[in-house]
């Protein structure tokens, strides 16, 4: 949908190209409500956004959940560390070695139940824990 400013006028002015280029960002539909709120402002557009719902994306909320990610503590514990020594790599190698352990036990975890035909391949968080139980310590 294009606007052009002069089909938008003001008291016989045109408006803003501020104006003008926000209101060709807008839904189609708030079009109208977007063009009576650019006319009331003297200045820069104000209009007021939709409220975003805070999702996080697909991969995100896949990644954070434990009964898919069997990780999670460690890759946290990596990052914490990360963020807390200015993001030197040098000292946060253990917490880098500790997950990518975790990632390799895990795998050949779910490696072995797909040749055994288990559904799903990788346990759950509550199957995992069971494992971790019977092995005795961490084998990471």
């Not at 938008?8 to 501020?18: A, D, E, I, T």
């Not at 006319?39 to 939709?50: E, F, I, L, S, V």
């Not at 072995?112 to 990471?140: F, S």
Request: glycine share 6%.
């Amino acid at each position: 949908m294009v606007i052009k400013s002069r089909t938008l006028s003001r008291k016989g002015g045109n408006l803003s190209s501020v104006c003008v280029r926000s209101l060709l960002r807008l839904h189609p539909r708030s079009v109208n409500s977007g063009a009576e709120l650019c006319a009331q402002n003297t200045g820069h557009m104000q209009t007021r956004k939709p409220e975003k719902t805070l999702r996080m994306p697909m991969v995100t909320r896949r990644l954070r959940d434990p009964d898919v990610n069997p990780c999670l503590s460690e890759s946290d514990a990596s990052t914490r560390c990360m963020a807390e020594n200015n993001y030197d790599k040098e000292s946060c190698s253990s917490h880098f070695l500790k997950y990518k352990n975790c990632r390799k036990f895990w795998n050949s975890v779910m490696i072995q139940r797909r040749q055994n035909g288990v559904k799903p391949p990788m346990p759950t968080a509550a199957e995992r824990d069971e494992i971790l139980g019977g092995l005795g310590k961490m084998p990471y």
